[in-house]
């Protein structure tokens, strides 16, 4: 392994995320805190309670879910599309590193700097909400979990991408509607039997549920399923570099 | 006491060897066919080729940036493919185009490539290596703050950083003033002293006329020819001879008409080609015909083919 070009690539990402603190990390604590404030401060408090849960604690896990998956995704996407967008992926490419070595520099780059950032969103959200976490262990799992499988994605995005443009449109077209329709703010069980099982069928679903439960106990689909789709996910996405990088696909022609 | 005679260049082991190298795109472009070439350790050599030739595609391919579809490539020894840490540790790449972290900082970025190359931390080697490129005194500079010719020569320091033994530079001076095109090649010059290979694609001729050992020739995917600079300029250079005369010609005497010799438009220059590597180049029986016909000059001089010249020819006869 090289350990050394690993710690080169995550040294720069990370630099890169403290030369835009305000873009990356500022921006969605601050636009998540207006979550809080709007949803879970002003009109939560006529909304009550649900699963027994304040509804202001019960979008907490949900909206660090939110950040989480679109600032995963961006980070990724963006830290291995910009080189191959200026042409410094050649330096990269030419030295002597696996493909499991790039990917582990470039995702756990991405994957800290979003668990840093919910981390941050938990934090905030103790000045608004009083919300408990039942299941502190599976919550950090979780965490770590999502913010790895969704930076995988990410990458896969930021190679797939031949333009700014494609790079925003999975997170906002994709999973920005997954997420506001994965029970981010309500609970599935409030939906019609219908859409209750059309839900079943969004994979974001089970990420929320999952984080709740470890948050209140309660969860929309077993804990163990919710775990198990993360992971498939996850190996999905694995695939799928694999493949990238076995083709050189949009890397090497 | 050491032998002071160096040994004849094929004995040299080839440090980069190419063995029907093929590259065909998906597009079904073949940019490379049955490529064979070995670039001998400690040598300059000099790629050139019109634009399309395959050049950039050759080195790119050497360097893991392109797949080849056939043939194998061994960097020291090692298969770029299979071998791929060692061949690609020994090898440094300056790519044509300025590609770099805008935002970055002259000394950070080049600390990045030798992490890259899995090499550990020595701040003594970049110091020397920013010194040796002129870059030290910008080393807290941000890269989109340097000129051109400042950004050409951070692009070397990053592939020096990691000590390579074999060094590509594609297109190194394109777009690069005189002053600063010379202070390169003394940099090139200095680096082969160094015991590092060079391999460099170029378009100006001049440039390989200067700094190469040997040239290869390349067109339309194929290695056209290989052979010393010396050699190369020996074989296929021409000479001229060209006398100014004392009055002017309208017209060639139908004695000297041989095709050899030709008149300048304005009648008042005879040009005569001949080949210098012949032994009877004809000057000595011109000169006479020329006395004999009471045609007088005032000034002559010789002028050899440059490489621009015989590239040229070359590329034509490899269409032909």
């Known amino acids: 392994m090289n350990w050394r070009a690993v710690a080169a690539i995550y040294r720069f990402e990370m630099a890169r995320t403290a030369r835009t603190l305000l873009q990356s990390v500022a921006s969605p604590v601050l636009s998540t805190t207006l979550y809080f404030v709007v949803f879970g401060t002003a009109i939560g408090s006529r909304i009550g309670v649900i699963d027994g849960v304040e509804y202001g604690a019960f979008i907490v896990p949900g909206l660090i879910m939110l950040s989480m998956l679109t600032e995963s995704i961006s980070n990724a996407s963006f830290g291995i599309y910009f080189p191959r967008f200026s042409g410094t992926i050649y330096e990269v490419l030419s030295a002597p590193i696996s493909a499991l070595e790039i990917v582990l520099g470039y995702v756990g780059a991405a994957a800290t700097k979003s668990l840093i950032l919910g981390t941050l969103i938990l934090v905030t959200a103790r000045f608004f909400v009083d919300y408990q976490i039942a299941h502190p262990v599976v919550m950090a799992s979780f965490l770590i979990l999502t913010a790895t499988t969704f930076s995988l994605l990410g990458f896969i995005i930021g190679i797939w991408a031949d333009g700014f443009e494609k790079l925003q449109i999975v997170p906002l077209m994709v999973v920005m509607p997954l997420t506001f329709l994965g029970g981010t703010f309500y609970s599935i069980s409030m939906l019609p039997p219908f859409w209750q099982t059309v839900t079943l069928f969004n994979p974001v679903v089970y990420l929320v549920s999952g984080f709740r439960w470890s948050f209140t106990g309660t969860a929309d689909v077993a804990v163990g399923l919710s775990l198990g789709m993360t992971l498939f996910f996850m190996l999905l996405c694995l695939v799928t570099i694999y493949w990238i990088f076995r083709t050189g696909y949009r890397l090497k022609p | ?320």
């Open chain 2, 1 to 320: 006491m050491p032998d002071p005679t160096p040994p004849p260049r094929h004995a040299v082991p080839a440090i980069i060897r190419v063995e029907g190298l093929s590259k065909t795109y998906d597009s079904g472009f073949s940019a490379l066919q049955d490529v064979h070439l070995d670039i001998e350790e400690g040598e300059i050599f000099a790629l050139l080729g019109p634009n399309g030739a395959g050049k950039t595609t050759l080195i790119s391919t050497i360097c893991g940036l392109v797949r080849p579809t056939g043939g194998r490539i061994l960097a020291d020894g090692y298969d770029v493919q299979r071998d791929f840490r060692a061949a690609r540790a020994r090898i440094g790449l300056v790519p044509q185009e300025l590609t770099t972290d805008a935002f970055e900082t002259v000394y950070n970025t080049v600390r990045f490539s030798r992490g890259l190359f899995g090499k550990a931390r020595n701040d003594a080697h970049i110091e020397k290596v920013l010194r040796d490129l002129s870059l030290w005194d910008k080393r807290r500079s941000r890269i989109l703050e340097l000129s051109g010719g400042m950004k050409r020569r951070l692009m070397i320091a990053k592939a020096l950083s990691h000590e390579p033994r074999i060094l590509f530079l594609d297109e190194p001076t394109a777009g690069v003033d005189v002053e600063l095109r010379r202070d390169m090649w003394e940099m090139v010059r200095g680096l082969r002293a160094g015991g590092v290979t060079i391999i460099l694609t170029t378009h100006y001729i001049e440039e390989a006329e200067e700094m190469a050992d040997r040239i290869g020739v390349i067109n339309d995917g194929r290695i056209v020819l290989v052979d010393e600079k010396r050699a190369l300029m020996r074989k296929l250079g021409q000479k001229e001879l060209r006398l100014h005369l004392q009055a002017p010609l309208t017209a060639l005497p139908e004695a000297l008409d041989s095709g050899a010799l030709a008149l300048s438009e304005d009648g008042m220059e005879l040009i005569y080609r001949f080949d210098a590597q012949q032994e009877h180049t004809g000057i000595a029986p011109l000169l006479r015909q020329l006395d004999a016909h009471g045609i007088d000059f005032k000034d002559l001089h010789t002028r050899e083919s440059s490489l621009e010249e015989i590239f040229v020819q070359l590329v034509r006869e490899g269409r032909a």
